[in-house]
Nanobody
Framework: VQLQASGGGLVQAGGSLRLSCASP????????MGWFRQAPGKEREFVAAVSWSDGNTYYADSVKGRFAISSDNAKNTVSLRMSSLKPEDTAVYYC?????????????????WGQGTQVTVSS
């Protein structure tokens, strides 16, 4: 099962983008969803996550105050609103879904992944 991510693109520094991710049928019950990103030559890193059970959200320090994650549990979808974008936010963004409770900042907690969507921020 592959999640379906969309919404990437090219934006100038200071601009905004909204990413969306849908979880198709076949994943079972979802307990949390998150976003990770990978810039060229770098490892994939945590960006943001949301817990389905209590609505708690989690953010990497580098995006706090600029990014906002939201979810629609009934539809198994998650969105990432990105504002005040910086060139260092340029990366391929991946959404992920977890079938169990866990540390949603860790990649190994996730069971399903999307194909990735490119975000490019020009200076």
């Amino acid at each position: 099962v592959q999640l379906q991510a969309s919404g990437g693109g090219l934006v100038q520094a200071g601009g905004s983008l909204r990413l969306s991710c849908a979880s198709p049928g076949g994943t079972g019950i979802i307990y949390g969803m998150g976003w990770f990103r990978q810039a060229p030559g770098k490892e994939r890193e945590f960006v943001a996550a949301v817990s389905w059970s209590d609505g708690n959200t989690y953010y990497a320090d580098s995006v706090k105050g600029r990014f906002a994650i939201s979810s629609d549990n009934a539809k198994n979808t998650v969105s990432l609103r990105m504002s005040s974008l910086k060139p260092e936010d340029t990366a391929v963004y991946y959404c992920a879904a977890a079938r169990y409770y866990g540390d949603y900042e860790k990649m190994h907690e996730y069971d399903f992944w999307g194909q990735g969507t490119q975000v490019t921020v020009s200076s």
